[in-house]
């Protein structure tokens, strides 16, 4: 296992997969500046290794993902209409780079998972909650509203009538409720969500990497697009030059002779 220090964060990469870790559980693992500033240092880092095939973000002991940004950095944000930008910007940056990774992001989420934090989980790939997990963007109840994203990606993961009641009144919902409304992808205890978690990025690592690659980009440039045609034209183009690779064939050699595929990606 290879790890990277920092201050604020925790990063490992155990053979095909890699782990940030939002680290500061006294704090409620809540984003300041150095937190932003190494955990896009680590995404960077996660993009460019090509042993990792998959992405974990999690957050530091058993109450919290992330309860957001940490509000004591606040009153410093808000003295003008620069810091405010920047900080935005901090977080557009973070998040689109997620989404336009063409590498799977886990989001494991334990405890608060709040404003900030929920932004983070809502630009992974797909979200497995603890029992004890709760989500919210809770913004408005400070006077202020979502800034890294909340209030457009929230809409599409769940009904926008949903969206604007979490958002308009800043009232979490619980796990149950987030895998109701489609936000989670399955709920389990606390103690098993690391192994649930684990079991799910290594089944997506035994699979040819080039095809997820391809896949996370046709999903997440198809649900951009302003017509299904323009999603279909992708999808049709990427297919046309994937199918030509030796992937494809490995894999459909292997299923024809009932073995396992051995991918070169």
Known sequence: MEETKYENILYEKNEKIAKIVLNRPAKLNTINRGMAIELKHALLDLEKDNNIKVGIITGSGEKAFSAGGDISIFPELLKDITAAYNWNKTGYDIHRFMERIEKPIIAAVNGYCLAGGLEIALACDFIIASDNASFGLAEITIGLVPAWGGSIRLPRAIPARRAKEMI??????????????????????????????????????????LAIRVSKTIINHGLETADIDTGLILERGAVGIFTAGSDSKEGVKAFLEKKSSKFKS
């Open 168 to 209: 308009y009144t800043g009232e979490p919902i619980g796990a149950q409720q987030a895998e109701k409304f489609g936000l989670v992808n399955k709920v389990v205890s606390l103690d098993q969500l690391n192994e649930c978690v684990n079991e799910i990025a290594k089944k997506i690592a035994d699979k040819s990497s």
